[in-house]
């Protein structure tokens, strides 16, 4: 009789156990999948656009703070936010504001592709051909700890004072960089990737376009993110060292400007701009890009 009753007890035990499991993959499984439904305007805007506003705020009240409380007094060496903003007052009402910022732009992202184009197919030959690794590899690492101010002086020898310095400068900043990223991330890529490639057929430029880059993707990136600070600082220090009229007036010609004429007010606006040009790229190609790769991979959690 006392078996009887335990049986099914005993019987119900492995069911409950299932229905656990069971739970607990259906609650994994929806770890997994992406959170649906818009983000709320109140929350994006505490999120992600009140911290850099109060960020900037904070910034200005501690500049104004320095001149008001006469920490600072000499205006030649700390001007106001006023007369950095009636800077940029004045080269707007003068149609001149946007023109400082596109020569700067059109010549960095130009520079940039064409460090693009050269550096990732030569990061892939150095990853992947051992010889080329051996040649190169220590090469590409001095050239990228080599300051790229070095190289606008034998530029300007070499070509003039025209734009194809400036390419070449950018170029010398940039590819280094973002081929050694593109090697990290190789080098990063799971053996059992490669060999899963070549069991599919994906062998030479198929294997390196289907396996070697997708899976290099990080490495990758980061390695593009590197060159493109790299490309902004080699064309701001081309276009402060080697000015010319036909050259136009980009941000770092601009900013030598201010030097020149010992305008503390026109040197901060250009370091704005310049810094403004920074973030402002970061937010819109390589941030999204960031998100996007993580995004493929799992591992971006939206908040």
């Known amino acids: 009789m006392a078996s009887t009753e335990t049986t099914p007890a005993r019987d119900a035990e492995p069911a409950g156990q299932d229905l656990g499991l069971g739970g607990v993959e259906a609650g994994l499984d929806a770890l997994e999948l992406p959170q649906g439904g818009r983000t709320p305007l109140r929350k994006t805007f505490v999120d992600k656009i009140l911290p850099p506003i109060t960020a900037v705020v904070v910034v200005l009240l501690l500049w104004q703070g320095l001149i008001t409380f006469h920490v600072v007094d000499d205006p030649a060496k700390l001007p106001s936010p006023a007369d950095v903003g009636g800077e940029f007052k004045d080269a ?90 593109l090697v990290s991330g190789v080098d990063q890529v799971p053996p059992l990737f490669l060999r899963a490639g070549r069991t599919m057929g994906a062998t030479g430029l198929r294997g390196a376009w289907h396996i070697v880059l997708p899976a290099a993707l990080p490495g990758y990136l980061a390695g593009l993110k590197q060159g493109w600070a790299f490309s902004w600082r080699s064309l701001m220090a081309a276009e402060i060292i080697a000015s010319s009229p036909d050259l136009g007036i980009g941000l770092g010609a601009l900013l030598e400007n201010g030097r020149n004429a010992s305008s503390m007010s026109m040197v901060f606006q250009a370091i704005v701009l310049i810094l403004f040009v920074g973030i402002a790229i970061d937010l819109l190609i390589f941030s999204p890009l960031e998100r996007w790769v993580l995004r493929s991979r799992g591992l971006f959690v939206k908040s």
């Open 92 to 181: 707007w009402l003068q149609g001149t504001l946007l023109g400082f910022i596109w020569t700067s732009v059109s010549r960095g992202l130009l520079g940039f592709l064409f460090a693009l184009a050269i550096g990732t197919p030569l990061g892939l030959l150095v990853a992947r051909v051992k010889f080329v690794r051996a040649a190169i590899g220590p090469v590409l690492s001095g050239l990228q700890s080599l300051p790229s101010v070095a190289w606008v002086p034998p530029a300007v020898i070499w070509l003039g004072l025209d734009n194809s310095m400036m390419y070449a400068v950018i170029l010398l900043g940039a590819v280094p960089s973002i081929a050694n990223g």
